[in-house]
């Protein structure tokens, strides 16, 4: 059993996949309390459904596309049984994770998409490289790095860490703006000032929908 907050179909705002119709399974539940998160209601709110009920319900949006995201969906053991039978079905799968807990068990067909916490988030005492491998391919396999940045520090403590893990050559890296704390902009030019390798983000999602609802 999983504790779920939600289940909906939309589109991906995110990572590498951004732009496809994609079915998001929310759990309960989350070990961090980082100051930006937009998810507070998925703290405590959800009840919990069998492996099989989550994918029937996915299967009847006929996407491709499925993204385990939270709180944080580690917590949960029967997780892994949710993606592991989710990528025997074909779906492609991403897990949005905080990083804090190991990782290093999830089915190698999920794309791991690896939030580190930066400075301003509260939370970035919370990540443990411990739990990726110490072999030179440290992106472990088929992961992403995500960095939040609300300010110029956490620009610069995020391309640190990078560069320190040697992250830019092993795997994808995302600078994304905190929403309404730091402009796009800004931080676009910051990357080319900086020759940053990182890739840009912005949450599509949000965009799209606040147009939507200002009836663009």
């Known amino acids: ?33 980082c100051r930006y998160c937009d998810t507070t209601y998925a703290y405590y709110e959800g ?17 491709k596309y499925v993204c385990i ?28 994770t905080g990083g804090s807990l190991d990782c290093t068990t999830v089915d190698k067909r999920v794309k791991k998409i690896i939030d580190v916490k930066t400075p301003d988030s509260g939370a970035a005492d919370s990540f443990n490289v411990k739990n990726l491998p110490s072999n030179p391919d440290f992106s472990i396999v088929n992961s992403e790095f995500k960095f939040v940045i609300c300010s ?3 620009f610069d403590w995020a391309e640190n860490f990078a560069r320190e893990n040697q992250l830019f050559e092993h795997t994808e890296v995302l ?27 912005t949450q599509q999602h949000k965009f799209i929908w606040s147009a939507h609802v200002r009836g663009v």
């Open 69 to 96: 995201t939270g709180g944080e969906p580690l917590l949960q053991p029967d997780i892994h049984i949710l993606m592991r039978d989710l990528c025997d079905l074909g779906y492609n799968v991403s897990l949005e």
């Open 152 to 154: 110029e520090k956490d």
């Open 175 to 201: 600078f994304s703006p905190a929403y309404q704390r730091i402009d796009a902009k800004w931080l676009a030019r910051k990357i080319l000032s900086s020759k940053s390798d990182a890739r840009l983000q």
């Open 47 to 63: 009840g919990a459904r069998s492996v099989e009920s989550i994918i029937a319900e996915v299967q009847s949006y006929g996407a």
């Open 1 to 33: 059993m999983i504790k779920i907050n939600e289940i909906f179909h939309s589109i991906q705002g995110e990572t590498s996949w951004v732009g496809w119709p994609t079915v998001f399974v929310r759990t309960s539940g989350c070990n961090l309390r």
